[in-house]
């Protein structure tokens, strides 16, 4: 509870003309939000941070919308996709492993292979065509089936891994531009609980 008692109520009228997020602010009660010094204080002086801007500035310059009225933009990469190599064999690999953990599971590969004809039927992704099939520009990213049981359903979600290294030892991911963290430090969560016995 913040304050831990209630003030005075006239120490509103020290910022009468000020629109306050919590105009009770003299009364104790519970935090709804707490936010770190490595934010407030930019936020405070008008700052923005600069990373969001980056982000922001390329999706500006780089998004689009097609004719279904979808957004697209192109991968925010720091480093040129050139220096990927090949991933065509690692998916491979890949795949055929799926692929039999698949054949030892029938309900599994069902499902895995209505996503796949599912995505396909949105456009999702399309098959590569046969002139391209060896084009060495091209990334194939290896992907597995994750199953997970509700109390009605059964459902799967296909994870697309974008951090498989190619032949150059360097994956997708360790190309493009990575956003702040959402969650915490855990040992700064942890930190911030208080124990009573």
């Known amino acids: 509870m913040i304050p831990h008692h209630d003030l005075d109520s006239s120490m509103r009228e020290l910022f009468g003309d000020i629109s306050l997020a919590d105009p009770a602010f003299y009364k104790s009660g519970p935090i709804d939000v707490l936010l770190g010094v490595d934010l407030t204080l930019p936020l405070l002086k008008g700052q923005t941070l600069s990373l969001e801007e980056a982000c922001e500035d390329h999706f500006v310059k780089t998004h689009s919308r097609d004719e279904n009225g979808r957004y697209t933009v192109k991968l925010p990469f720091h480093t040129p996709p050139t220096r990927l190599g090949n991933s065509k064999q690692n998916a491979i690999r890949r795949l055929i492993s ?69 032949s150059s030892g360097l994956s997708l991911n360790d190309l493009l531009m990575v956003g702040p963290r959402v969650q915490p430090e855990l040992s700064l969560f942890l930190s911030s609980f208080e124990f009573s016995v």
């Open 98 to 166: 799926v692929e039999c953990h698949l054949i030892s599971n029938p309900d599994k590969y069902k499902l895995y292979r209505n996503f796949i004809k599912e995505y396909l039927d949105l456009k999702h992704m399309e098959l590569v065509p046969d002139s391209e099939i060896n084009n060495i520009k091209s990334l194939y990213l290896p992907h597995h089936g994750v199953v997970r049981d509700t109390s009605c359903t059964r459902k799967l979600r296909v994870v697309f891994d974008a951090s498989s290294k190619t």
